[in-house]
């Protein structure tokens, strides 16, 4: 009997982990909607996902998250909600992450919403990719993915 209870805890810790781990982790789509959204929906989005309060300003509200109990070496992720038009930028959003496992499931997101590919750039330091939906300057919806020694990120303007 008392195996079997074992049995039942390690499966029950296992699938929270999972859960935990999946929780963790930011969409694309989930970019583009924290865009549409105001300070207070951004703020309750963010901390359902494990965020805390980083900044605001006249301009930007920014949430960060990292590892709990960690000294060195972090996992961390910043997710940011521009509120304000900027230039010729409706909507914007931004995430960060360490997390570099969840870019995988980004390229096929990106692919399923409908983005093509318009250009990469690289250096010494960075890769960038550069995603459009629709048209430029108009009605465009445009991702940057930036991958980083340690960081990935997108970034979503909205025409």
Not at 101 to 108: A, D, F, K, M, R
Not at 149 to 159: A, D, E, F, N, Q
Request: with cysteine; glycine share 4%; proline share 1%.
């Amino acid at each position: 009997m008392r195996q079997n209870q074992l049995s039942r805890f390690l499966i029950l810790t296992l699938v929270l982990l999972a859960c935990v781990n999946s929780f963790s982790q930011i969409t694309i789509r989930e970019v583009i909607s924290v865009s549409k959204t105001d300070k207070e929906k951004f703020e309750i989005f963010a901390l359902n996902k494990g965020f805390s309060f980083h900044s605001v300003t006249d301009v930007e509200m920014a949430m960060l998250a990292i590892e709990p109990d960690c000294d060195f070496n972090c996992n961390e992720r910043y997710l940011s909600l521009t509120f304000k038009p900027v230039g010729l930028w409706s909507k914007q959003s931004y995430y960060a992450t360490t997390y570099s496992n969840e870019l995988v499931n980004w390229y096929s997101e990106l692919a399923s919403l409908g983005f093509k590919l318009e250009y990469t750039r690289e250096n010494e330091t960075e890769y960038i990719k550069h995603y459009i939906r629709g048209e430029r300057y108009v009605e465009g919806e445009e991702i940057t993915l930036t991958i980083e020694s340690g960081l990935v990120s997108i970034w979503y303007i909205k025409w």
